[in-house]
């Protein structure tokens, strides 16, 4: 149900399909950066969800969630097997994964912290959306706390 993939041309619908609610105003789409040398790209249930894991450090992990709409009744299910998927496959120096939350989307903060994911800190006013700065809400999750 989960597995790495490597075909950009899957995994950019997914993630372009998401492009205008995560992203900040004047972004252009071609920012988005598909390596796959520096980014695992995970599928869900044969791309109705893409995870985006990239190492932050030696210790840390960051992962981004791209669920398509039609799919979100099932994002839970897709969060706890991507960061199933971390805690079986990464590589041990890997302890912590982190997020990070607009605060202008507090449903996907409620959504973090299901997956068991801490509120960790704020970047305050560091994500410009319509026209108006928001925080950026910090999240961690040890990696012995995986469910």
Same mark, same amino acid.
């Given at each position: 149900m989960? *597995?790495? @993939?490597?075909d950009v041309s899957k995994i950019a619908p997914v993630v372009m399909s998401m492009f205008d609610d995560v992203s900040e105003d004047n972004t /252009? *789409? !071609?920012c988005v950066d598909f390596?796959?040398?520096k980014n695992i790209w995970l599928s869900c249930d044969n791309y109705k969800a893409i995870f985006q894991i990239q190492a932050f450090n030696r210790t840390a992990l960051d992962i981004h969630c791209y @669920? /398509? /709409?039609?799919? +979100? !009744? +099932?994002? /839970? *299910?897709?969060?706890l097997l991507a960061l199933r998927w971390i805690k079986e496959h990464a590589p041990s120096m890997y302890s912590k994964v982190i997020t990070q939350v607009p605060s202008i989307y507090p449903h996907v903060k409620k959504y973090v912290k299901s997956l068991g994911f801490e509120h960790e800190g704020t970047y305050k006013k560091a994500f410009t959306?319509?026209?108006q700065v928001w925080d950026f809400w910090l999240f961690g999750l040890n990696r012995e706390d995986i469910k």
């Open positions: 989960i *597995e790495q @993939v490597y /252009k *789409e !071609s390596d796959l040398n @669920v /398509k /709409k039609e799919h +979100r !009744s +099932r994002s /839970k *299910e897709f969060g959306k319509n026209n």
